[in-house]
């Protein structure tokens, strides 16, 4: 291993209204989808898009100096094409499959969904949150583009919920799913295009007392897999210990999946932080941490990308100032990179411009770019009057 340095309803209705989704999902229309064919959902990463072509650039949420939030677009090369003000700081991000529109969502707890057009930066709309439910910054469409899932709280009852939102009637919302859990956070497609992978971070929070986590001696985080027209949850898992909150994924082309934990428990304690689910296997595996990164990595993984042929995972340990790589194929720790803040990671194409690899950003405005084999091959850029916020999400 090697290290390198650079500068909803009552209880009593849910079957009624799992019953009207239904119908409501059977009508929704495809859009020019063949037999047999799988057009993968915008999702934050270079596998989710391989049935379309990349528009070189990238989608983060950033705010500027004054504290003003804002959606920005970035060429991988970290130069700024476009910036728009939003109201609320966002999250996360997704590109519609057919359409040239990004989505980025509002931080937990947000209540807006603002939707751009890729090219121009211009508003098309915004989706408000349903009475009594907020969003946690995440989402994505399905394989056709006809629906959008995000992850919402129902905050009365305090439970996870997944939005279902209409993208060809602007976006109404026409029900929701259990989540699986409590806080659910970072949602990807499957590669089977049938099943969403929700990481339910299992904390619970309510809008009066803010990101106050309100059960962490009772909290249970999952990794579920939940079919995304039934509901019907297909799968699920739980970490070794209920502290370690699942919050961010990513998923390969052949289904690997890549989780990273944020422990809620003492310091000290010394814990697993990436967690993996391999296509045949029925249970999470907890990929071994090394001693000497236990105390540095201060319990805390941001965001997780994967290589397009599925063998490297990259997560982003803000809190320690160091982003690491993961051999998917041996499951160890492969080298590390100390870049300070780092938080967004997002495997990118080749272009005329720039190599295959990884671009990587930070909570200073700075743009890494490193290559396959995980050296630096770009950058540090530096976007003056700019801090990026925690994820990139591939346009």
């Given at each position: 291993m090697s290290n390198f340095s650079i500068g909803g309803g009552t209880r009593a209705s849910c079957a009624s209204q799992r019953r009207r989704l239904l119908q409501a999902l059977a009508s929704v229309p495809l859009m020019g989808l063949t037999g047999g064919q799988v057009a993968f959902a915008g999702g934050n990463n270079a596998t989710s898009g391989q049935d379309r072509r990349p528009a070189g650039v990238v989608i983060s949420a950033c705010d500027d100096e004054s504290g003003q939030h804002h959606a920005s677009c970035m060429r991988y090369s970290g130069e700024e094409r476009w910036r728009q003000p939003i109201n609320e700081r966002a999250h996360g991000a997704t590109r519609h499959p057919h359409k040239p529109w990004a989505l980025i969502f509002a931080r937990r707890p947000g209540q807006e969904i603002n939707v751009f057009d890729i090219e121009s930066g211009e508003r098309i709309t915004r989706i408000k949150a349903a009475p009594d439910r907020h969003f946690y910054g995440h989402g994505v469409f399905s394989p056709d583009g006809g629906l959008l899932y995000a992850t919402e709280n129902a905050i009365t009852r305090g439970e996870g919920r997944i939005g279902v939102y209409d993208a060809n009637r602007d976006f109404a919302r026409i029900g929701e799913f259990d989540s699986g859990g409590i806080g659910p956070h970072e949602i990807r497609l499957h590669p089977?295009?049938?099943?969403?992978?929700?990481?339910?971070?299992?904390?619970?929070?309510?809008?009066?007392?803010?990101?106050?986590?309100?059960?962490?001696?009772?909290?249970?985080?999952?990794?579920?897999?939940?079919?995304?027209?039934?509901?019907?949850?297909?799968?699920?898992?739980?970490?070794?210990?209920?502290?370690?909150?699942?919050?961010?994924?990513d998923v390969s082309r052949d289904g690997i999946i890549v989780a990273g934990y944020q422990y809620q428990?003492?310091?000290?304690?010394?814990?697993?932080?990436?967690?993996?689910?391999?296509?045949?296997?029925?249970?999470?595996?907890?990929?071994?941490?090394?001693m000497g990164y236990v105390?540095?990595?201060?319990?805390?993984?941001?965001?997780?990308?994967?290589?397009?042929?599925?063998?490297?995972?990259?997560?982003?340990?803000?809190?320690?100032?160091?982003?690491?790589?993961?051999?998917?194929?041996?499951?160890?720790?492969?080298?590390?990179?100390?870049?300070?803040?780092?938080?967004?990671?997002?495997?990118?194409?080749?272009?005329?411009?720039?190599?295959?690899?990884?671009?990587?950003?930070?909570?200073?405005?700075e743009w890494l770019l490193i290559d396959e084999d995980g050296l630096p091959a770009l950058g540090p850029v530096r976007l003056a009057n700019t801090h990026w916020d925690n994820h990139l999400a591939l346009m």
């Open positions: 089977d295009g049938q099943q969403l992978i929700i990481a339910n971070g299992g904390i619970l929070t309510r809008p009066e007392t803010g990101r106050v986590k309100l059960n962490l001696d009772t909290m249970q985080p999952n990794l579920t897999l939940l079919d995304r027209i039934s509901g019907k949850v297909n799968w699920r898992d739980s970490p070794s210990h209920h502290q370690l909150s699942l919050r961010h994924l428990g003492p310091p000290s304690d010394s814990r697993s932080l990436i967690v993996m689910k391999r296509p045949a296997s029925t249970a999470l595996e907890e990929l071994p941490l090394p105390s540095q990595l201060k319990q805390y993984i941001a965001s997780i990308a994967i290589s397009p042929d599925g063998t490297l995972a990259v997560a982003t340990a803000p809190r320690g100032n160091l982003i690491t790589l993961w051999n998917l194929d041996t499951g160890e720790l492969d080298s590390t990179l100390d870049f300070a803040d780092c938080a967004g990671v997002l495997a990118v194409p080749t272009t005329n411009e720039t190599p295959a690899g990884f671009v990587v950003s930070n909570g200073r405005g």
